[in-house]
């Protein structure tokens, strides 16, 4: 259970007005027992009247500022400014007024904090651990947006935090890494003793993006390079870095796999989606969104790696069939991590073979993709195999399920559960829909790159 601490502890505001108004809670409470006493001494009738309309007056204004005080948490006024996935389970929402963590299946509020500084761009959570890294909002007047809280909940206390000359984009953690991005520069600190480890240049990367493996044998990062279309990976256990041309435009969205052999990719055109061996930097698959360019907010991969789903501007989530999977992953799973590099070599070169899953169908193609190499590289595309409309002025992210299901969590406040048919693709069925949070307007800020 996450406990209470220091982010609960409110500043008073200012009041303009009267005397009463200028008045703390402290003082106001012992105006009405300097109130309730002189009731008690006094012996003539107006006087008692006096005093009993005082304490009336002051009682009110009481009962008002206790309805302020409540209602300046009202949810419908609230708005999301970011989300990250925890993990498969669950999500984490830094909202205009603090943060909520939510669990997907059974969807419900697991904790939250209401705060009158402001609220968090950045909220990410190590699983489902005690400890949290928040990122103030610009209008937050106690975390500034160019700093990093590291908050253990079950202390209620900051254990460490970083501060940086310029605005913070994205935070990413694993259990032994931090790792605190910047438009330009990347910084990766040990979590043990928050020394710094790495700096790697980026491109600029005003949206964050940036992402980690979370397998025990690897350790993984993905970062754009240095030049457009170029993303970088870091195998620290392997002390190799690997360029990868993913793109002739610029970066719009990544993510990998949880033990980083996978990389998927998206341009800023939006039509492709595109899966990298990050060993080697081999195209292993390329599926297509569609024709007409589009802002790609989110990929996820399943756990299973069978399946990749894919959420954009332009309001339909795409699920597409992979045919490549990670033959070794579930072995390597068990393994000691102290024998992680050795056996992440040995295994490396053979689990990425391209195989057909067999209880799986296959992502729709033009009827015309046998003259593949004849006709251009369009009518031999790889089209999504199930799909899920959304409306189009939200933002969205996902991330699957159990049971073939897929998680849909909007900016606006709205949460979506769907199934799909793995055989037979088509439309997916909404199985769920949950509006958490009401909202007056769109956030203006980006999720950025979830993380798992």
Same mark, same amino acid.
């Given at each position: 259970?996450?406990?209470?601490?220091?982010?609960?502890?409110?500043?008073?505001?200012?009041?303009?007005?009267?005397?009463?108004?200028?008045?703390?809670p402290e003082r106001r409470l012992a105006v009405v027992v300097s109130c309730s006493v002189a009731f008690l001494r006094s012996q003539h009738q107006k006087e008692r009247l006096s005093i009993i309309h005082e304490y009336w007056l002051m009682l009110s204004y009481t009962?008002?500022?206790?309805?302020?005080?409540?209602?300046?948490?009202?949810?419908?006024?609230?708005?999301?400014?970011?989300?990250?996935?925890?993990?498969?389970?669950?999500?984490?929402?830094?909202?205009?007024?603090?943060?909520?963590?939510?669990?997907?299946?059974?969807?419900?509020?697991?904790?939250?904090?209401?705060?009158?500084?402001?609220?968090?761009?950045?909220?990410?959570?190590?699983?489902?651990?005690?400890?949290?890294?928040?990122?103030?909002?610009?209008?937050?007047?106690?975390?500034?947006?160019?700093?990093?809280?590291?908050?253990?909940?079950? +202390?209620?206390?900051?254990?460490?935090?970083?501060?940086?000359?310029?605005?913070?984009?994205?935070?990413?953690?694993?259990?032994?890494?931090?790792?605190?991005?910047?438009?330009?520069?990347?910084?990766?600190?040990?979590?043990?003793?928050?020394?710094?480890?790495?700096?790697?240049?980026?491109?600029?990367?005003?949206?964050?993006?940036?992402?980690?493996?979370?397998?025990?044998?690897?350790?993984?990062?993905?970062?754009?390079?240095?030049?457009?279309? +170029?993303?970088?990976?870091?195998?620290?256990?392997?002390?190799?870095?690997?360029?990868?041309?993913?793109?002739?435009?610029?970066?719009?969205?990544?993510?990998?796999?949880?033990?980083?052999?996978?990389?998927?990719?998206?341009?800023?055109?939006?039509?492709?989606?595109?899966?990298?061996?990050?060993?080697?930097?081999?195209?292993?698959?390329?599926?297509?969104?569609?024709?007409?360019? &589009?802002?790609?907010?989110?990929?996820?991969?399943?756990?299973?790696?069978?399946?990749?789903?894919?959420?954009?501007?332009?309001?339909?989530?795409?699920?597409?069939?992979?045919?490549?999977?990670?033959?070794?992953?579930?072995?390597?799973?068990?393994?000691?991590?102290?024998?992680?590099?050795?056996?992440?070599?040995?295994?490396?070169?053979?689990?990425?073979?391209?195989?057909?899953?067999?209880?799986?169908?296959?992502?729709?193609?033009?009827?015309?993709?046998?003259?593949?190499?004849?006709?251009?590289?369009?009518?031999?595309?790889?089209?999504?195999? &199930?799909?899920?409309?959304?409306?189009?002025?939200? +933002?969205f992210i996902t991330a699957f399920g159990s049971q073939n299901t897929l998680i849909i969590v909007g900016l606006d406040g709205s949460f979506y559960r769907c199934s799909f048919d793995p055989v037979n693709g088509g439309e997916m069925l909404q199985q769920e829909y949950?509006?958490?949070?009401k909202t007056d307007s769109r956030p203006g800020l980006s999720c950025g790159n979830t993380s798992f």
């Amino acid at each position: 259970m996450l406990g209470s601490g220091p982010l609960d502890n409110y500043r008073n505001r200012s009041r303009k007005g009267d005397e009463n108004q200028n008045r703390t809670p402290e003082r106001r409470l012992a105006v009405v027992v300097s109130c309730s006493v002189a009731f008690l001494r006094s012996q003539h009738q107006k006087e008692r009247l006096s005093i009993i309309h005082e304490y009336w007056l002051m009682l009110s204004y009481t009962c008002a500022c206790l309805r302020n005080e409540f209602n300046s948490f009202d949810t419908t006024r609230d708005t999301v400014t970011h989300k990250a996935w925890l993990d498969y389970g669950c999500f984490a929402a830094g909202t205009s007024n603090g943060f909520r963590i939510y669990n997907c299946e059974p969807f419900k509020e697991t904790f939250r904090r209401d705060l009158k500084s402001g609220g968090f761009r950045i909220v990410e959570m190590l699983f489902r651990c005690n400890i949290l890294v928040l990122v103030g909002g610009v209008d937050n007047s106690q975390y500034p947006p160019n700093k990093v809280m590291i908050w253990d909940d079950h +202390q209620s206390r900051c254990i460490g935090e970083f501060s940086f000359r310029s605005e913070i984009r994205a935070v990413k953690l694993r259990r032994d890494r931090i790792v605190v991005v910047l438009e330009h520069k990347i910084y990766i600190y040990s979590f043990r003793d928050l020394k710094l480890l790495h700096q790697i240049e980026t491109l600029s990367n005003p949206r964050g993006l940036c992402c980690l493996s979370h397998h025990q044998n690897t350790s993984v990062l993905a970062c754009p390079g240095l030049q457009r279309g +170029q993303v970088r990976i870091e195998h620290f256990g392997l002390i190799m870095t690997k360029i990868i041309n993913a793109h002739d435009s610029h970066i719009a969205c990544f993510t990998l796999t949880m033990d980083g052999l996978l990389l998927a990719t998206a341009s800023t055109k939006g039509t492709l989606i595109r899966i990298f061996n990050t060993m080697d930097g081999t195209r292993l698959q390329e599926v297509r969104r569609g024709v007409d360019r &589009a802002d790609i907010y989110s990929i996820a991969l399943s756990p299973n790696v069978q399946w990749l789903a894919v959420s954009s501007d332009k309001g339909t989530v795409h699920i597409f069939s992979l045919r490549v999977r990670g033959v070794g992953m579930n072995l390597s799973t068990h393994s000691n991590a102290s024998q992680g590099p050795a056996l992440f070599q040995q295994n490396s070169s053979n689990s990425l073979e391209p195989l057909i899953s067999p209880n799986t169908g296959a992502n729709s193609s033009s009827s015309l993709s046998f003259m593949k190499g004849v006709l251009p590289k369009y009518f031999s595309s790889e089209w999504s195999f &199930a799909q899920f409309r959304l409306p189009e002025d939200t +933002q969205f992210i996902t991330a699957f399920g159990s049971q073939n299901t897929l998680i849909i969590v909007g900016l606006d406040g709205s949460f979506y559960r769907c199934s799909f048919d793995p055989v037979n693709g088509g439309e997916m069925l909404q199985q769920e829909y949950v509006r958490f949070l009401k909202t007056d307007s769109r956030p203006g800020l980006s999720c950025g790159n979830t993380s798992f």
